[in-house]
């Protein structure tokens, strides 16, 4: 069974840095891509930054470019998200993915229970 545990949220100010991290078990980690998403209160769930299985491929969605580093450890089955230079608008329960396949594109089907994210200004 797919397992992932997403942990580090909490509160920040405004300008403020959090490290997310997820752990997962159950699959071969390294074949798959990775990804984070958000949801904001009264919004659609975000994919916010996503990870191919080698690490060569990144995306990012346009709000979190040049703030937001996606990282991963296929040793530790561990996927990152360091955050910085944090808005209020980044507010949101994040949640870690797996997807179906390696690439950046691939839908994912395993999902975290999430982890809340608050930014005051």
């Known amino acids: 069974q797919v397992q992932l545990v997403e942990s580090g949220g909490g509160l920040a100010q405004a300008g403020g840095s959090l490290r997310l991290s997820c752990v997962a078990s159950g699959r071969t980690f390294s074949n798959y891509a990775m990804a984070w998403f958000r949801q904001a209160p009264g919004k659609e769930r975000e994919r916010v930054a996503a990870?191919?299985?080698?690490?060569?491929?990144?995306y990012y969605t346009a709000s979190v470019k040049g703030r937001f580093t996606i990282s991963r450890d296929n040793a530790k089955n561990t996927v990152y998200l360091q955050m910085t230079s944090l808005k209020p608008e980044d507010t949101a329960v994040y949640y870690c993915?797996?997807?179906?396949?390696?690439?950046?594109?691939?839908?994912?089907?395993?999902w975290g229970q999430g982890t809340q994210v608050t930014v005051s200004s």
């Open positions: 993915a797996t997807g179906r396949a390696g690439g950046i594109d691939s839908s994912y089907d395993y």
């Open positions: 990870i191919s299985w080698s690490g060569f491929s990144l």
